[in-house]
């Protein structure tokens, strides 16, 4: 068992019990290389201040890299005594370096230290995570540019409406994609702040230059207040808020494709190398990645609950509750990645039925709509339009016709207002192309639309180069 560093204060020897119900180490882990940036960091600004001398701090930096390598090459020990990331590092540095790593942890606080720890983790996660949004947008581009000429039913309450474009349904997915990325870049705002200096929760006593560490650690902010720093995982709680949101965006995607795979629809087929079959029905293709990737939105939503009940009512500053931070924001950062990643290999592959889309879109009463807006054209009011359209459906239905498949002498048991002119109006191409309306599913808007996306896109992509 290790020495506690309390160990002065206290008589007794923790329960093994205790050990393992505190220990954090397995999770925490994950932040070794913060870590040890943040503590490398930390020694160059003791030193520059004169708090420790130049000397000490570079032996203290020297051997925080050798664990750094340590930890990398699968040398490095754990042990559950040693509770986290940060005792196991400077444990292990007492042992390597002898006295002078004594003098690493002055002026800090694992309070501040995990704060920093958890911050420069999220801050790279969520850069990759932008990175990854950018790929798939670009995939629903191209995949959006193949299909400007693919017409596909649109749906409200599930249920036939009005026929649109297979791009522009795919562009209104681009678009949650593009506020998720948004998001995330806004996230990093509030995560991109330097909470070392505020040591256990008032500041310190020693003459310490936080500017300093905040430029060697590449942060533009130093946080404003000790307390908060300590105290405050909003950062967190925002960023698994806009994970959430992007995973409700993959989860409907994943249910239409779930829907559209089915025998019912065959709108599309999902590539065999990302589908599965039944170990017992030989027929089967399972739509099991987009299925799992649905499921997987419950798991970041459990993170960002999780992060709300366990910062609900604390009091300030640091309490040990907030260990448990750190589980579900990991949880939530692999799958969100994951989802980003499997889209982005499973996207280009779908194969689009384009036959069955223009059969679904050119039966079930889509033109209803186009057939009371000619009515008005020739000078009817909406509402007696609507209702004499309707008539003209429930008429069609039980003669097993669709509408534009009525005779002119049977629509005019409707309206005499109609006249051969109808025909052009009641097909989907040119229910299409007459959506001129801004934001609408005419052709020319959605090109304009992929333009303009793509321009935007190209924007991003040289903002990331040159950082
Ligand atoms: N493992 C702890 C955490 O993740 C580090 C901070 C411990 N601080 C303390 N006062 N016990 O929150």
Request: charged share 25%; with cysteine.
């Amino acid at each position: 068992m290790a020495e506690k560093p309390w160990n002065g204060r206290f008589s007794q020897k923790t329960e093994g019990i205790v050990e393992s119900f505190t220990s954090s180490i397995n999770v925490d882990k994950r932040l070794y290389a913060q870590d040890i940036a943040g503590s490398i960091a930390h020694c160059r600004m003791l030193a520059k201040t004169s708090i420790i001398t130049e000397e000490e701090s570079s032996r203290l930096v020297k051997g925080l890299l050798k664990i750094k390598k340590d930890i990398e090459s699968g040398r490095f020990k754990y042990n559950d005594s040693l509770e986290d990331i940060h005792m196991h590092i400077e444990s292990r540095l007492a042992a390597d370096i002898g006295k002078a790593a004594l003098k690493l942890h002055t002026a800090r606080s694992r309070n501040d230290q995990v704060a920093l720890d958890i911050r420069m983790y999220m801050r790279e996660e969520s850069l990759e995570i932008i990175d990854g949004l950018i790929d798939l947008r670009k995939i629903l581009l191209s995949l959006a540019g193949n299909h400007t000429g693919t017409i596909m039913a649109g749906y409200t309450h599930l249920q036939k409406a009005q026929p649109v474009l297979f791009a522009h349904h795919l562009m209104a997915y681009y678009e949650m994609f593009s506020r998720d990325t948004d998001r995330m870049r806004d996230c990093q705002k509030r995560i991109n702040v330097m909470p070392l200096g505020s040591a256990a929760l008032a500041g310190t006593t020693y003459p310490i230059d936080r500017k300093y560490t905040a430029g060697l650690l590449d942060f533009p902010k130093v946080s404003a207040n000790s307390i908060d720093s300590v105290s405050d995982r909003d950062f967190i709680i925002e960023f698994l808020a806009s994970a959430s949101i992007c995973m409700v965006h993959f989860s409907r995607l994943s249910e239409e494709l779930v829907i559209w795979s089915s025998y019912e629809f065959n709108y599309i087929e999902l590539p065999d190398a990302f589908a599965t079959g039944s170990s017992i029905m030989p027929q089967k293709k399972n739509p099991d990645i987009p299925e799992l990737v649905r499921g997987k939105t419950g798991r970041v939503f459990g993170a960002l609950f999780a992060l709300l009940a366990i910062m609900k009512s604390l009091p300030l500053s640091y309490n040990r509750d907030m260990q448990e931070d750190k589980e579900p924001v990991f949880d939530a950062i692999d799958t969100l990645k994951a989802c980003i990643g499997i889209y982005i290999k499973m996207l280009p592959n779908l194969k689009i039925n384009k036959d069955v889309m223009l059969k679904g879109a050119s039966s079930g009463y889509l033109n209803a709509t186009d057939m009371a807006d000619y009515l008005v054209t020739k000078g009817m009011a909406f509402r007696d339009a609507h209702a004499c359209t309707g008539k003209a459906v429930r008429y069609a239905i039980g003669e097993k016709k669709e509408l534009h498949e009525l005779t002119l002498e049977e629509m005019r048991l409707f309206s005499s207002l109609f006249s051969s002119d109808i025909y052009d109006v009641l097909t989907p191409a040119s229910m299409i192309e007459r959506r001129k309306s801004s934001g609408g599913t005419a052709t020319e808007n959605v090109l304009r639309a992929i333009k303009k996306a793509k321009r935007d896109i190209g924007k991003e992509c040289q903002k990331k180069a040159s950082k």
